[in-house]
């Protein structure tokens, strides 16, 4: 936070993180996996919570059964999830998704090729908001 950090993403709830950005413009995505940690981080002040590791939990199937319950809670899909699947996570309702691994491809990461890594955000971000304005239909 210190060196301008806007938002912070962990794979766990981290209570200490979460009162540190309390009282802040930072904000904090802990990681949840089930319907009581979501609750619980919630309860404990995440405005967003990361649902992760979502391909392991079922993926796209996990998102629409646990946006069910916790429709009041913004969630982002964690984890395995590709650029050509961004609208299939947010159609049922998954606020954002995470695509660290289908953007920074290895190879290219390795070659410092960042005209690749490029191109996949941009395909990325299209595919993300086609997804949101078909949503808003």
Same mark, same amino acid.
């Given at each position: 936070?210190?060196?301008?950090?806007?938002?912070?993403?962990?794979?766990?709830?981290?209570?200490?993180?979460?009162?540190?950005?309390?009282?802040?413009?930072?904000?904090?995505?802990?990681?949840?996996?089930?319907?009581?940690?979501?609750?619980?981080?919630?309860? #404990?002040?995440? @405005?967003?919570?990361?649902?992760? &590791?979502?391909? $392991?939990?079922? +993926? !796209?199937?996990?998102? =629409? #059964?646990?946006? @069910?319950?916790?429709?009041?809670? &913004?969630?982002? $899909?964690?984890? +395995? !999830?590709?650029?050509? =699947?961004?609208?299939?996570?947010?159609?049922?309702?998954?606020?954002?998704?995470?695509?660290?691994?289908?953007?920074?491809?290895?190879?290219?990461?390795?070659?410092?090729?960042?005209?690749?890594?490029?191109?996949?955000?941009?395909?990325?971000?299209?595919?993300?908001?086609?997804?949101?304005?078909?949503?808003?239909?």
């Amino acid at each position: 936070m210190k060196a301008g950090a806007k938002f912070l993403m962990s794979p766990a709830t981290v209570n200490d993180i979460l009162d540190d950005v309390r009282d802040t413009d930072v904000l904090y995505m802990p990681g949840v996996m089930t319907p009581t940690e979501i609750y619980s981080a919630h309860n #404990a002040g995440a @405005k967003i919570v990361k649902i992760y &590791p979502v391909s $392991a939990l079922g +993926g !796209i199937r996990y998102i =629409s #059964a646990i946006r @069910k319950p916790f429709s009041h809670i &913004p969630m982002v $899909a964690s984890q +395995g !999830i590709t650029i050509d =699947s961004v609208g299939d996570y947010i159609a049922p309702g998954a606020i954002s998704v995470v695509l660290s691994d289908a953007i920074f491809d290895k190879e290219a990461m390795n070659q410092n090729n960042f005209d690749v890594v490029n191109r996949l955000a941009t395909s990325a971000a299209v595919q993300g908001k086609i997804a949101v304005e078909r949503k808003e239909r």
